[in-house]
């Protein structure tokens, strides 16, 4: 600015200077100060704070008080075992104690099957329906509705199609040549194989929605540099897509690991733990003591022993698939 001349404010205020805007007590006044301003964040988390409390904090307490106890629904008494219940789970003698590590790898045999099926297949399916083609929204919404269904809807719907007698799917294998007659709910490997590909049908459409929103996420901007810079497609997929996808891959497979490890519904309604228990899941496992056998003390136990589990699984996750710095 010139000497003498009106400054910038002058000039934009039409020839009135303009309030200062910085360090303005009136704009202070009517502004919200930073430190009081965290009540209000705290307004509005109260409702999920709360809920979240009720439901879930002082369950998981009041679970931990119960597996300290021989806690019979059937008995008055509730008396204090202190750790009785977690070391019958790891002697594995006992009857409760086999049970449940033999329901603990069921559990980890279907999570090892599921989880990288449930990472890839919905990977490929997500960089299908991220090109611009005719009828992409259709497809979208084709492989995503078995997810909206219930868990008792799949169970049933499937237990009619892979029934050996009059399921369609044994009917169009025969048609085809291949093996018919097949126990898919009451014989090994068939069992593990219904299994893990009702949850795959199911889920697989949630799973490639959360990749979309990921690759839509990515700039174009670098794949047309990496494309200038000669970069194949496999290239551009394993320099590009991949580190960009870096978080929603740590999210998928951390939630996927822990809704698999979690798996109830399926193995409940369609095989119900067939053969034999074979097929009986650490969640199915933790119901039946609980709810038909009635002894919570134990069921609680087991409970926060495969939380521990998941929770060691879902660190080392993060750990495997941090971001390093080069």
């Not at 600015?1 to 805007?21: D, H, K, N």
């Not at 106890?69 to 075992?81: A, R």
């Not at 033999?102 to 045999?109: D, F, G, R």
Request: proline letters at 5%.
């Amino acid at each position: 600015m010139g000497s003498g001349g009106p400054s910038t404010i002058e000039r934009v205020g039409g020839g009135r200077p303009l309030p200062p805007l910085i360090g303005s007590p009136r704009i202070r006044a009517r502004g919200t100060s930073s430190a009081g301003s965290g009540w209000i964040a705290y307004l509005f988390l109260a409702p999920y704070l709360t809920l979240f409390t009720v439901f879930v904090v002082v369950p998981a307490i009041y679970g931990v008080w119960v597996s300290f106890h021989s806690w019979d629904l059937l008995l008055p008494n509730k008396p204090w075992v202190g750790l009785d219940n977690y070391r019958n789970l790891f002697d594995t003698n006992s009857a409760v104690g086999d049970d449940f590590w033999n329901a603990m790898k069921a559990t980890a045999i279907f999570t090892v099957f599921s989880v990288p099926l449930l990472v890839v297949l919905p990977l490929g399916v997500a960089l299908i329906l991220n090109q611009k083609f005719r009828g992409r929204n259709f497809f979208r919404a084709v492989y995503f509705a078995p997810y909206v269904l219930g868990v008792a809807v799949i169970g049933v719907l499937w237990t009619l199609l892979l029934d050996p007698n009059i399921g369609v799917v044994n009917y169009y294998l025969e048609k085809v040549g291949a093996s018919d007659n097949i126990a898919w709910t009451t014989s090994l490997p068939w069992a593990w194989v219904a299994l893990v590909g009702v949850t795959v049908w199911w889920t697989l459409g949630y799973n490639a929605v959360i990749y979309l929103a990921g690759l839509q996420d990515i700039s174009r901007e670098l794949y047309e540099a990496a494309k200038v810079d000669g970069a194949s497609r496999w290239g551009r997929f394993r320099h590009v897509t991949l580190p960009g996808l870096r978080p929603v891959l740590v999210f998928i497979i951390t939630i996927t690991i822990l809704a698999s490890a979690n798996m109830f519904g399926q193995a409940y309604l369609i095989t119900g733990g067939a053969p034999g228990n074979e097929t009986r899941t650490a969640i199915m496992l933790i119901a039946q003591e609980g709810l038909q056998n009635f002894r919570l003390g134990s069921a609680a136990a087991m409970s926060f022993v495969l939380a521990l589990f998941l929770m060691l699984v879902s660190l080392v996750t993060f750990f495997v698939f941090r971001e390093r710095k080069v």
